[in-house]
């Protein structure tokens, strides 16, 4: 039986080539998006599952508590994590963390690589597959580091026996090589190329006495969870012991919390110190949106198929008549729809292959399309059945439900539900449409309200370069020379980038105004020049004098601290830390830091001019200048005093833009999206218009016999087309306000949306569906009316 049933349907589907075609193609574009967004959500939800022990592993970050608001951040105190394991029972393992980039050398052949300062348990908690040496000695001399495969092949070859071979870290330092790891894949939360026993983080670092201590937070802490063991009893000790440690916590709340590595990548969101989301929402946002798609797809296939209703009529009719029974019919039709969906997931896998590398450039990831996958292929193939089903199964109850004996007299098949169906789905499929351009539009206005605001500072001409060598030594001749090339304005240090929120202080006390200890204030290390360097105005007082010596204690503060201390000037007034006074010299513009789309988020900052701990060296271009020549001169200087050390930098802007990296990636597949939508809901569309002028065809002939002008033909077979988008437009517009303006509200810096981004989005609609339809019409109405009429 399935064998007639193939052969039937295949005749069926040559005879009717065009809508065949449009309906494999429609469904075509809808499963290449559903494997593309699939294949995107793989690999996220695929973070960090290389570590197999998924419900023992727990990364430990701290809320923090100022003026009634919990932050939270992803740093520990130093000794937390040797704490834990010996005081709290069911912590297995545990292990304190610092990242740093560092210069491998090994002769003449060296490389940046960021890695990680650990403690043993690390490489346990992780289960490092070791190629060379051994996991339990590893790390257990102080010279000790380990390395991924590619690192160690980038520095000595493909040579495979590279235990006990001595490199250099930072051209200083000797480190013999006791292990070799497999490469880790790129779907990892904590990236790293080498590892370093813990203790050797105070590397060329003096009075780090505070990272043994409680107060200053650090390092990033993993613990690894007893089999069996309450979660909500470990947490609940894990939050009490840093208050347990520090007489302050008791005061001002601050604690530990375990947060799984299952949540890591997709929700590392947090307010008021509990998870509220991240990655996440877009995982959900574009599968949803990637099913829309597919869904309009298979709408576009109902369309079409009843729309073939009268052509199918009398097939039905007689096979009615000769025993064939309603459930064979349905078997007939639906495997049509599955054909038709198996040659459109064929199309789709070329489309796949065709388009992956662009999207990949897109998401910013190297996803691969393997069909070898049994995973990936019963994706395909799930994906094809259900187009099949859904798209074929209306068509197949509406086409079996004609009474032969009433299509054989000629009267044709009842039309009245169908058209009312075909009008809805029309109607939904450019609902959606109008939607999508909407929603596109709004993000993008959003995006660049965001990006061109003022932000306080010079980001557009600003240099950012990481602090390696000798870099701080040589300061001032780096900065002098840069100068004297006439391309540079100015060039400074400081220990945090201008768009991170620097390191956090409670503790100050201070003349006037507001006094509160648990005031949240910012706090940088910064050389004399910094303010002139990245563009902060200095709007009373001085700034850092080119001795530090003598600005050891005075500071430089923004203007909303200077709010705190009291409506007259706070130029001469005391700041006290830790006992020591401070006097303020000088104040600041505020500026954007953190969180780039709030509206309160340039609190208070203070600045120590001390720069023996930069790791951030800033170098503002002159406008004018070209920025390939600037370059170039930035990078003779730097080989010339920080030799070995190889150039790296970002300029600031783009740091600034890589902040809405989630935002910009909605917006882009939103508009792809938006056009896929079209393009389908337009195929659809035009097999109806094609469907509408044949079944009309005859009273075309007639009205052009009566006098009849092409515009007015084109107008009548437009009219009701246009009226189904009218509907959409006003199904839509209600809709996509609804969907933006709750995704808006996610934002306190943000646009307000204007009626022209919808009306404009219903012209586009408009337009395109006019065209579309204006085609076949054109073409009904310039034909021969004498070949139409001939028949009667």
Same mark, same amino acid.
């Given at each position: 039986?399935?064998?007639?049933?193939?052969?039937?349907?295949?005749?069926?589907?040559?005879?009717?080539?065009?809508?065949?075609?449009?309906?494999?193609?429609?469904?075509?574009?809808?499963?290449?998006?559903?494997?593309?967004?699939?294949?995107?959500?793989?690999?996220?939800?695929?973070?960090?599952?290389?570590?197999?022990?998924?419900?023992?592993?727990?990364?430990?970050?701290?809320?923090?508590?100022?003026?009634?608001?919990?932050?939270?951040?992803?740093?520990?105190?130093?000794?937390?994590?040797?704490?834990?394991?010996?005081?709290?029972?069911?912590?297995?393992?545990?292990?304190?963390?610092?990242?740093?980039?560092?210069?491998?050398?090994?002769?003449?052949?060296?490389?940046?690589?960021?890695?990680?300062?650990?403690?043993?348990?690390?490489?346990?908690?992780?289960?490092?597959?070791?190629?060379?040496?051994?996991?339990?000695?590893?790390?257990?001399?102080?010279?000790?580091?380990?390395?991924?495969?590619?690192?160690?092949?980038?520095?000595?070859?493909?040579?495979?026996?590279? +235990?006990?071979?001595?490199?250099?870290?930072?051209?200083?330092?000797?480190?013999?090589?006791?292990?070799?790891?497999?490469?880790?894949?790129?779907?990892?939360?904590?990236?790293?190329?080498?590892?370093?026993?813990?203790?050797?983080?105070?590397?060329?670092?003096?009075?780090?006495?505070?990272?043994?201590?409680?107060?200053?937070?650090?390092?990033?802490?993993?613990?690894?969870?007893?089999?069996?063991?309450?979660?909500?009893?470990?947490?609940?000790?894990?939050?009490?012991?840093?208050?347990?440690?520090?007489?302050?916590?008791?005061?001002?709340?601050?604690?530990?919390?375990?947060?799984?590595?299952?949540?890591?990548?997709?929700?590392?969101?947090?307010?008021?110190?509990?998870?509220?989301?991240?990655?996440?929402?877009?995982?959900?946002?574009?599968?949803?949106?990637?099913?829309?798609?597919?869904?309009?797809?298979?709408?576009?296939?109902?369309?079409?198929?009843?729309?073939?209703?009268?052509?199918?009529?009398?097939?039905?009719?007689?096979?009615?008549?000769?025993?064939?029974?309603?459930?064979?019919?349905?078997?007939?039709?639906?495997?049509?729809?599955?054909?038709?969906?198996?040659?459109?997931?064929?199309?789709?896998?070329?489309?796949?292959?065709?388009?992956?590398?662009?999207?990949?450039?897109?998401?910013?990831?190297?996803?691969?399309?393997?069909?070898?996958?049994?995973?990936?292929?019963?994706?395909?193939?799930?994906?094809?059945?259900?187009?099949?089903?859904?798209?074929?199964?209306?068509?197949?109850?509406?086409?079996?439900?004609?009474?032969?004996?009433?299509?054989?007299?000629?009267?044709?098949?009842?039309?009245?539900?169908?058209?009312?169906?075909?009008?809805?789905?029309?109607?939904?499929?450019?609902?959606?449409?109008?939607?999508?351009?909407?929603?596109?539009?709004?993000?993008?206005?959003?995006?660049?309200?965001?990006?061109?605001?003022?932000?306080?500072?010079?980001?557009?001409? +600003?240099?950012?370069?990481?602090?390696?060598?000798?870099?701080?030594?040589?300061?001032?001749?780096?900065?002098?020379?840069?100068?004297?090339?006439?391309?540079?304005?100015?060039?400074?240090?400081?220990?945090?980038?201008?768009?991170?929120?620097?390191?956090?202080?409670?503790?100050?006390?201070?003349?006037?105004?507001?006094?509160?200890?648990?005031?949240?204030?910012?706090?940088?290390?910064?050389?004399?020049?910094?303010?002139?360097?990245?563009?902060?105005?200095?709007?009373?007082?001085?700034?850092?004098?080119?001795?530090?010596?003598?600005?050891?204690?005075?500071?430089?503060?923004?203007?909303?601290?200077?709010?705190?201390?009291?409506?007259?000037?706070?130029?001469?007034?005391?700041?006290?830390?830790?006992?020591?006074?401070?006097?303020?010299?000088?104040?600041?513009?505020?500026?954007?830091?953190?969180?780039?789309?709030?509206?309160?988020?340039?609190?208070?900052?203070?600045?120590?001019?001390?720069?023996?701990?930069?790791?951030?060296?800033?170098?503002?271009?002159?406008?004018?200048?070209?920025?390939?020549?600037?370059?170039?001169?930035?990078?003779?200087?730097?080989?010339?005093?920080?030799?070995?050390?190889?150039?790296?930098?970002?300029?600031?802007?783009?740091?600034?833009?890589?902040?809405?990296?989630?935002?910009?990636?909605?917006?882009?597949?939103?508009?792809?999206?938006?056009?896929?939508?079209?393009?389908?809901?337009?195929?659809?569309?035009?097999?109806?218009?094609?469907?509408?002028?044949?079944?009309?065809?005859?009273?075309?002939?007639?009205?052009?016999?009566?006098?009849?002008?092409?515009?007015?033909?084109?107008?009548?077979?437009?009219?009701?087309?246009?009226?189904?988008?009218?509907?959409?437009?006003?199904?839509?517009?209600?809709?996509?306000?609804?969907?933006?303006?709750?995704?808006?509200?996610?934002?306190?810096?943000?646009?307000?949306?204007?009626?022209?981004?919808?009306?404009?989005?219903?012209?586009?609609?408009?337009?395109?569906?006019?065209?579309?339809?204006?085609?076949?019409?054109?073409?009904?109405?310039?034909?021969?009316?004498?070949?139409?009429?001939?028949?009667?």
């Amino acid at each position: 039986m399935f064998k007639n049933y193939l052969k039937i349907a295949w005749r069926n589907l040559l005879k009717n080539k065009g809508y065949s075609a449009l309906n494999i193609f429609g469904l075509a574009i809808g499963i290449t998006c559903a494997c593309l967004i699939l294949l995107w959500v793989e690999d996220e939800v695929n973070y960090d599952s290389v570590f197999p022990k998924q419900d023992l592993v727990y990364y430990v970050p701290t809320n923090q508590t100022f003026e009634g608001e919990v932050y939270t951040y992803n740093v520990t105190p130093g000794p937390l994590a040797k704490d834990l394991k010996e005081e709290v029972p069911g912590i297995a393992k545990s292990a304190a963390t610092f990242g740093d980039k560092m210069l491998l050398t090994n002769g003449e052949t060296g490389i940046n690589r960021f890695g990680r300062y650990v403690q043993p348990d690390f490489l346990e908690i992780f289960s490092l597959n070791f190629l060379e040496g051994e996991l339990n000695t590893a790390l257990s001399r102080p010279d000790a580091i380990v390395l991924t495969q590619k690192t160690a092949i980038a520095l000595f070859g493909t040579d495979k026996n590279v +235990l006990n071979k001595v490199l250099q870290l930072n051209s200083e330092f000797s480190f013999t090589v006791t292990g070799i790891i497999q490469d880790l894949p790129s779907t990892i939360t904590y990236k790293f190329d080498w590892l370093i026993p813990f203790q050797r983080f105070q590397l060329g670092q003096e009075n780090m006495a505070w990272a043994e201590q409680y107060g200053g937070n650090f390092a990033d802490t993993f613990v690894e969870l007893t089999p069996n063991t309450d979660f909500k009893t470990v947490d609940s000790k894990v939050r009490k012991m840093i208050a347990s440690k520090i007489e302050y916590a008791t005061e001002v709340p601050n604690e530990a919390f375990l947060h799984s590595i299952k949540d890591w990548h997709l929700r590392s969101e947090f307010e008021e110190g509990k998870i509220v989301g991240g990655r996440v929402t877009l995982v959900r946002s574009l599968t949803f949106i990637a099913l829309i798609i597919l869904l309009i797809a298979c709408i576009n296939f109902m369309n079409l198929s009843t729309a073939r209703s009268g052509k199918r009529a009398n097939e039905v009719g007689v096979r009615k008549v000769l025993g064939s029974s309603k459930k064979r019919l349905i078997g007939q039709f639906m495997t049509e729809a599955i054909i038709l969906a198996s040659i459109a997931a064929l199309l789709s896998i070329v489309l796949v292959m065709v388009l992956l590398p662009s999207f990949n450039s897109l998401v910013d990831k190297q996803i691969e399309f393997r069909l070898s996958s049994p995973m990936h292929l019963f994706s395909l193939l799930s994906i094809t059945l259900i187009c099949g089903l859904l798209a074929g199964w209306y068509p197949a109850l509406y086409l079996s439900s004609f009474r032969p004996a009433k299509v054989l007299k000629g009267a044709g098949s009842s039309e009245g539900n169908a058209n009312v169906i075909r009008k809805g789905l029309v109607v939904a499929q450019f609902s959606v449409s109008i939607v999508f351009i909407v929603c596109s539009t709004i993000i993008y206005q959003q995006i660049q309200h965001v990006s061109t605001r003022d932000v306080g500072y010079s980001k557009e001409t +600003l240099l950012n370069l990481p602090v390696s060598g000798n870099m701080i030594e040589k300061f001032q001749p780096i900065k002098e020379e840069m100068i004297a090339s006439g391309l540079i304005h100015n060039v400074a240090l400081t220990n945090a980038n201008m768009l991170t929120g620097g390191f956090n202080g409670q503790g100050y006390r201070w003349q006037g105004g507001q006094n509160s200890e648990n005031v949240l204030v910012r706090y940088r290390f910064v050389s004399p020049n910094f303010f002139s360097t990245v563009g902060l105005n200095l709007l009373e007082g001085r700034s850092f004098n080119n001795n530090a010596i003598i600005d050891s204690t005075n500071v430089i503060i923004t203007q909303s601290f200077a709010k705190l201390m009291g409506e007259d000037s706070a130029i001469g007034k005391t700041i006290t830390d830790e006992n020591i006074n401070y006097n303020v010299v000088g104040i600041v513009n505020d500026y954007v830091y953190g969180d780039v789309y709030g509206n309160n988020n340039t609190g208070p900052v203070i600045f120590y001019s001390y720069s023996d701990n930069a790791n951030t060296m800033y170098i503002n271009i002159k406008p004018k200048s070209s920025k390939t020549d600037a370059l170039a001169a930035i990078e003779n200087v730097l080989k010339k005093y920080n030799p070995g050390f190889p150039f790296e930098y970002r300029f600031e802007d783009d740091l600034f833009n890589a902040r809405f990296r989630n935002e910009e990636l909605v917006g882009e597949l939103a508009k792809i999206f938006a056009v896929l939508a079209i393009i389908i809901s337009c195929l659809g569309l035009f097999g109806l218009a094609a469907y509408t002028a044949e079944q009309r065809k005859k009273e075309i002939g007639v009205r052009k016999v009566l006098g009849s002008s092409i515009s007015g033909i084109v107008k009548l077979l437009s009219k009701d087309f246009m009226g189904l988008v009218v509907i959409a437009l006003l199904i839509a517009i209600p809709l996509s306000w609804w969907f933006m303006r709750s995704w808006l509200e996610s934002f306190a810096y943000k646009i307000t949306m204007s009626a022209w981004v919808f009306l404009a989005a219903g012209i586009v609609a408009m337009g395109i569906a006019l065209l579309t339809v204006s085609f076949q019409a054109i073409k009904a109405a310039v034909a021969n009316p004498v070949k139409s009429l001939r028949t009667e």
